[in-house]
């Protein structure tokens, strides 16, 4: 009994199974492995977006006095997070449009394209490896069923020598091949509801980037007459 539980123990099932098996193994850890980077990475990041888009929208709405604001914007670059690089951006704009256009509108509508480029800049870093996280939740269960499915065929193969099948025959390599499946899985659920978790805070942060550029959009109008 001790030596069958040895047998069938996760690492040697792991050592025992085919080269494809174990390389199909391998690469799943791989990949759970850069998933899992990924994943606290991206907790990382987007946890210090919101952080710095709450400290700018209050800084932003108490003070009121955009020269000010950008000269924060310029001399704490380090600091500043998407929603002041989107700011910076429009206002740097505005001003220098203003300086050469007096049309309130071709001022307003250049400094609303210049939020709209740095917006899709920030929303570019900010998605930044989020594809991967849905790849590895979609595609690792099919990688490690095909790891499975040959190791059962392996299995069965090795079953025409042998005069009668018996469960202690047919069980290790079943075992063997279902680990690549169990493996699979390991990979692609915590990737789901990362990816299902940061799209949501994303798109949050998406609507509420949108909305201060049609609400600056709107402050600088007034301005600019």
């Not at 740095?118 to 929303?123: F, G, K, L, S, V």
């Not at 290790?172 to 899985?185: F, K, S």
């Not at 201060?212 to 402050?219: A, D, K, L, M, V």
């Amino acid at each position: 009994m001790n030596v069958t539980t040895d047998h069938l123990s996760i690492f040697s099932l792991i050592s025992d199974a085919s080269v494809l098996v174990q390389f199909v193994m391998g690469l799943l850890l791989v990949v759970s492995l850069l998933s899992w980077t990924y994943i606290f990475r991206k907790w990382i990041n987007i946890g210090l977006a919101k952080r710095q888009t709450n400290r700018f929208e209050k800084e932003f709405w108490s003070t009121g006095d955009l020269n000010t604001l950008l000269q924060n914007a310029q001399s704490n670059r380090r600091q500043t997070g998407a929603l002041e690089r989107i700011f910076e951006a429009g206002m740097r704009e505005f001003l220098k449009a203003r300086s050469h256009h007096s049309d309130s509108t071709t001022v307003v509508d250049g400094a609303r394209r210049a939020m709209r480029a740095a917006y899709q800049r920030e929303m570019d870093a900010i998605e930044a490896h989020l594809a991967f996280l849905a790849s590895t939740g979609s595609v690792s269960p099919y990688v490690g069923l095909f790891g499975t499915v040959w190791g059962i065929m392996n299995s069965f193969r090795g079953l025409s020598n042998v005069q009668q099948a018996t469960l202690a025959n047919v069980a290790p390599g079943i075992a063997e091949a279902l680990v690549a499946t169990a493996i699979g899985l390991f990979a692609a659920i915590p990737a789901v509801v990362a990816y299902n978790r940061f799209a949501h805070d994303i798109d949050r942060l998406s609507i509420r980037f949108e909305s201060f550029i049609e609400e600056f959009s709107n402050i600088l109008q007034r301005q600019s007459r």
